[in-house]
Structures are given as C-alpha cells and as structure tokens.
C-alpha cells in the first residue's frame, strides 16, 4: 500500500529494445605520396620520388612526415579539406567518391619541398 499522497507506482510498459543496426562499410583508400617539388640538391628527396602509405612511412624524412601526418590521418578515413588553392600551381582536386589531392610543404626551409597526396577510393 503507498503511503498517503504518493500514487502506487504504475507498471512500465514493456518495450522492445532498439536493434543494433550494422555500421556502414567502412570505405578504404588507396594513398599515396609523391614529391611535387623539391631543390636539385635537396638531400633527402627528389621531384618525381613517389610513396605508398603506410607501407613507405618509413622511407619518408621525418620533417617531411610531421607534416603531412594529421593529413594522411585525415585523408584516410574519408575527410575532405576544404580549401582548394585555385588559381595556384597546388590547385586541388576534390571528390569523395573517387581522386581527391592535398599539397603539404616541408617545414625545412632550405629544401623548398612539396609534397602532394593522391587519395583514390577502391
């Protein structure tokens, strides 16, 4: 018996809980990295070297790698970065369902390197 002024609890309806719906396929990339521009005598990279990510991580200047880390996070689980450069020599392109392209620039200031990544979808 409930206590005086206090309503006797009423019976909580049942409900079906919620289905966990399968998460959307994840889509994969293909990355890879080349040297857009860089100084004849730059000693760690050359203008044409091309690199496939992660699997040549390795064999990427480290400067080079601190800099281009955060946008091949990001290009590789799906983000587009706005900004497009029109007009420049580091126009991008951008498409999510197929080629989209960043230019990042080495933090060492006597290499004048440019490196440009080339997200494809598989």
């Not at 990295?33 to 990279?45: L, N, Q, S």
């Not at 392109?93 to 004048?112: A, K, L, Q, W, Y």
Request: proline letters at 11%.
């Amino acid at each position: 018996m409930a206590a005086a002024g206090l309503a006797e609890p009423q019976e909580k309806q049942k409900q079906a809980a919620p289905q966990p719906s399968s998460p959307a396929p994840r889509k994969k990339y293909k990355i890879e990295i080349e040297i857009y521009e860089a100084r004849p005598d730059t000693w760690c990279h050359k203008k044409g070297d091309k690199f496939s990510y992660p699997a040549d991580l390795s064999k990427i200047c480290p400067w080079l790698q601190g800099s281009m880390h955060d946008f091949l996070v990001a290009l590789a689980h799906g983000a587009t970065l706005p900004w497009k450069y029109e007009g420049t020599p580091y126009e991008k392109v951008i498409d999510p369902d197929g080629v989209t392209t960043e230019f990042v620039r080495c933090p060492d200031p006597t290499s004048n390197l440019v490196a440009k990544i080339t997200r494809t979808r598989v």
